[in-house]
């Protein structure tokens, strides 16, 4: 196996690295004064400053491996997902900072979705402005009431009328609705409760500004509201859309999240590899930094250890995410499942415990505001049940394990 990044991949990656050098680093303060000033709700002009810089150097839309020659605002750069890994880590140092870069959540799942899945006239009437950066999205899947790590358990209604479809039902975790700028929910709900198991369920794009569509409230993690992206309750109640607003067709919901989650996981995982090597610099500065006992914390015996045991987890995590990368470019989404499962539960874990041990050497200032590892934490721990806990894909890597001895 070749463990060197590609000539290309790592021509990309000196020019990410470059770009947050010169824009990112230097505005992560200005980032978090503008982001607590006045309303919590709105689009921050530091957001906006930053990302014609980088569509002008052309870090824009990077997770895209395809190109449109056709507009430049459909291009991408053609990357794998082995070439785009280093990126999304290097872009996970700094929470924010894929937004400038075109290649956040929800609207990169959003975008392949559409792009994958959608007629022409849902790509031109949705996913072109995502893809210039104009609009915002958010994914409406989980839901209060049912245990919703079990999809099926899904309850909102997508009924057909005429020409229409109508929607209810109540949504939480809806990432992105905070935005000012969200123009276009992805919804996932039942068209027909008496179809086999995994065909009842089918996606369905809402527009925000729909009549019935309600931000019922912010849902705050470990008391971060993740202001102006947010998490959202939404109820849609008697929503009406045109049928032509259907994903693909009815029944077809879990095939599209099929292929919606499978990128999603894995850019989830190399951001958080990101986040945890921010979180082992932070560690490693505060400690050569600080005395204790008469002599630098970094000196102390205990900290030798928990050191080495999170540069061991960070490689180890890094190198199974490449494979996985590596899986999906090589054999595809499906034949790389199991890889995608195994990321998508050691490499939360890792970022917590390294981020864990990261807050404990800052002492006080760790769980404060003052460092980001209180609210890089938060987020981190979230992953572990976003996009499927961890239970539901250790029990798919199980029974994949299992199957091997029948």
């Known amino acids: 196996m070749n463990f060197e990044y590609s000539d290309n991949g790592k021509a990309w990656l000196e020019r990410v690295r470059a770009f947050m050098e010169q824009h990112i680093y230097p505005n992560e303060a200005r980032y978090e004064a503008e982001a607590y000033e006045g309303d919590r709700w709105k689009v921050l002009p530091v957001i906006e400053e930053l990302k014609p810089l980088a569509k002008k150097a052309g870090l824009w839309n990077m997770f895209l491996n395809i190109c449109d020659h056709d507009t430049g605002e459909w291009k991408g750069p053609g990357l794998t997902n082995l070439e785009y890994a280093p990126l999304a880590e290097e872009m996970g140092r700094v929470g924010w900072s894929s937004e400038i870069f075109n290649c956040s959540a929800p609207d990169t799942g959003n975008m392949e979705v559409l792009r994958s899945y959608g007629t022409e006239e849902q790509k031109q009437k949705w996913l072109k402005p995502l893809m210039a950066g104009e609009i915002r999205s958010a994914f409406l899947m989980t839901e209060p009431l049912v245990a919703s790590s079990d999809a099926t358990n899904i309850e909102t209604s997508i009924r057909r009328e005429g020409n229409e479809y109508v929607i209810n039902g109540r949504k939480w975790w809806s990432s992105g609705a905070g935005d000012p700028r969200c123009a276009i929910n992805i919804v996932m709900g039942k068209t027909d409760p008496n179809a086999p198991r995994h065909s009842q369920q089918s996606q369905i794009l809402v527009p925000m500004d729909a009549p019935g569509v309600i931000k019922l409230r912010p849902l705050k993690v470990f008391g971060y509201d993740d202001a102006p992206h947010g998490h959202f ?136 505001q003052d460092f980001g590892l209180a609210s890089s934490y938060a987020g981190q721990r979230t992953l572990r049940i976003a996009d499927g806990p961890d239970e539901v894909h250790r029990a798919a890597i199980a029974k994949g394990e299992l199957r091997r001895y029948n």
């Open 233 to 368: 309750e939404m109820l849609l109640e008697n929503v009406r859309v045109p049928v032509e607003n259907i994903i693909l067709g009815e029944g077809r919901g879990f095939e599209i999240a099929q292929g919606r989650l499978g990128p999603g996981r894995i850019h989830h995982c190399m951001r958080s590899i990101g986040a945890a090597e921010s979180a082992l610099e932070k560690m490693c500065k505060r400690l050569k930094a600080r005395v204790a006992f008469g002599k630098p914390v970094s000196e102390q015996g205990v900290w030798h250890e928990r050191i080495a045991d999170a540069r061991i987890a960070i490689e180890q995590a890094r190198l199974l995410t490449l494979k996985a990368a590596y899986m999906m470019d090589t054999v595809g989404n499906k034949a790389a499942a199991r890889e995608i499962a195994m990321i998508k539960v050691i490499v939360p874990n890792m970022s917590t415990m390294v981020i864990d041990m990261a807050i404990q050497a800052h002492g006080g200032g760790g769980v404060c």
